[in-house]
């Protein structure tokens, strides 16, 4: 296994240039690094790793407002990166103060990392899929606008990417809104836009993927497809993402799993059951942590 960071490191680019869009499932761990890494099915695979602000924080069991500090979050990525060669795409949630996120992206591309997303809002940060529920503020565009400019100028390699999440739409804000702040974004040197939304149709989505494409075909787009997870890929690709990442799946289902196994235990006062309906064998376990030098 050739987990070397200047082998992992430029993987993602090459992958933007050679495939019609890449498939980005969450990682947040060694272990769900693992699975990213090896699953397949019909010779179909996962391309990246993304290392959410989301899970890293809830694995904590702690709120998505950056309570989670870089220092805890680049022990998670050193974690997956132990046991895996897919590039990964890290959650920087706001990016922090600017002087401090220089520092950070320059951690980052050393240890091989692909690509950061930041997020345009400011204050306490709130997980998007509240959407309005929760008091989302939006960063002066400029202000944003900065941080990637230097963000750019620190790095040492053509490889490592700043992607810039526009947030407009879950601000309740219109397209617009979010079209100004591309604009912005693409001038300041973004290597590509995400784009975000609450709601479950898509629509916002879709309207932003057709003007911004019209004006930017060469610009990467990304999109999360967890509210509107109706779209097939092939369909979200069509309309114009590049990026198409599975934000939190690993995770969601792995606490209904065990939330099942701990009520089933309890239920029948002995692991017995719980064992045979909801756990791999410890055989399997085992052999999943094998040496991996073999
Ligand atoms: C995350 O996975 O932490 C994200 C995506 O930022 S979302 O939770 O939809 O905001
Ligand atoms: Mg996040």
């Known amino acids: ?48 790793m993304w290392v959410s602000s989301l899970c890293d924080s809830t694995l904590k069991g702690k709120p998505d407002n950056e309570v989670v500090d870089f220092t805890s979050r680049l022990d998670t990525i050193h974690e997956i990166m132990e046991v895996t060669t897919k590039p990964i795409i890290v959650d920087g949630d706001t990016g922090g103060k600017v002087e401090h996120f220089v520092q950070h992206i320059k951690t980052l591309e050393r240890i091989g990392v692909s690509a950061i997303i930041i997020e345009d809002k400011k204050g306490l940060k709130q997980n998007s899929i509240l959407g309005n ?28 990417m700043i992607f810039a999440r526009i947030e407009s739409f879950i601000a309740d804000k219109d397209i617009n809104d979010a079209m100004s702040r591309a604009e912005t974004y693409v001038n300041a040197g973004a290597d590509g ?3 975000h939304s609450y709601k479950s149709d898509g ?9 911004f494409k019209e004006k ?5 787009t990304i999109v999360v497809p ?11 690709s069509d309309y114009g993402a590049n990026i198409i990442i599975y934000a939190n799946h690993l995770l969601r289902s792995a606490y209904l799993a065990m939330l099942k196994t701990a009520q089933k235990i309890l239920e029948d006062e002995r692991s017995f059951e719980a064992s045979n309906e909801y756990c791999i064998s410890m055989k399997e376990i085992l052999e999943l942590i094998g040496d991996k030098n073999d």
């Open 226 to 236: 967890t509210t509107y997870s109706k779209f097939k890929e092939r369909d979200l």
């Open 193 to 195: 836009i995400m784009i």
């Open 133 to 160: 529920k929760a008091k989302q503020i939006l960063e002066d565009k400029e202000i944003f606008a900065e941080k990637i400019r230097k963000g750019k100028q620190a790095l040492l390699t053509n490889d490592f």
């Open 1 to 48: 296994m050739n987990n070397m960071p200047e082998m992992r490191r430029n993987k993602l680019k090459q992958m933007i240039e050679n495939k019609e869009y890449i498939r980005v499932m969450e990682a947040s761990n060694g272990l769900t690094g693992l699975i990213v890494e090896n699953t397949k099915v019909n010779g179909k695979e996962y391309d990246a």
């Open 216 to 220: 930017y075909p060469e610009i990467v």
């Open 203 to 211: 629509n916002e989505i879709i309207e932003f993927l057709k003007q």
